[in-house]
T-cell receptor, first 113, second 110 residues
């Protein structure tokens, strides 16, 4: 069955430290992958996407993600987090030609001052 | 540019009441989606539309109906609300690929 797993429900990181959020997917074909961010009380905003080509993709706000087919992963990284990065992060994969997405349950990022 | 606008943003219903959530997008997108978001469960697709006049069921369609009479609007209806439908509802539109989201509608069913 198609699925997206974000193994970490919460992650706490000190401001200025590096960040990696994990995402694993289960999908038979070449995936279209997304990372979205949701601030409290807000809708979701696209951070970055992978459709094809370079497996290291750059996004907004200094985020990047690397697609690793052999590990079925699409982990999100940032070299130095800022307090404004505190939010919930969702990984998603397109599963059909109507661009239906399967979503992970989300990882809540907490920033320590 | 308004993007995706949802109305109302908040609503409290009693069990058995009906209501309609309106989603409007001004980006001329073909695809539109209704999701619900519950704690710890991510987003689950309720219904979607691939163009004006079309609708299709998503992962959790029971208890909901939708209509897409105009390309820019996608309506989500609850005919007889139940407490299990207490949730935050998000509408999204897409040109094919990236989704653009509204700010959400928080619905409480008592």
């Amino acid at each position: 069955a198609q699925s997206v797993t974000q193994p970490d429900i919460h992650i706490t990181v000190s401001e200025g430290a590096s960040l990696e959020l994990r995402c694993n997917y289960s999908y038979g074909a070449t995936p279209y992958l997304f990372w979205y961010v949701q601030s409290p009380g807000q809708g979701l905003q696209l951070l970055l996407k992978y459709f094809s080509g370079d497996t290291l993709v750059q996004g907004i706000k200094g985020f990047e993600a690397e697609f690793k087919r052999s590990q079925s992963s699409f982990n999100l990284r940032k070299p130095s987090v800022h307090w404004s990065d505190a939010a919930e992060y969702f990984c998603a994969v397109v599963v059909d030609s109507n661009y239906q997405l399967i979503w992970g349950a989300g990882t809540k990022l907490i920033i320590k001052p | 540019n308004a993007g995706v606008t949802q109305t109302p943003k908040f609503r409290v219903l009693k069990t058995g009441q009906s209501m309609t959530l309106l989603c409007a997008q001004d980006m001329n997108h073909e695809y539109m989606y209704w999701y619900r978001q519950d704690p710890g469960m991510g987003l689950r697709l309720i219904h979607y539309s691939v163009g004006e006049g079309t609708t299709a069921k998503g992962e959790v369609p029971d208890g909901y109906n939708v209509s897409r009479l105009k390309k820019q609007n996608f309506l989500l209806g609850l005919e007889s609300a139940a407490p299990s439908q207490t949730s935050v509802y998000f509408c999204a539109s897409s040109p094919a690929g990236e989704l653009f989201f509204g700010e959400g509608s928080r619905l409480t069913v008592l």
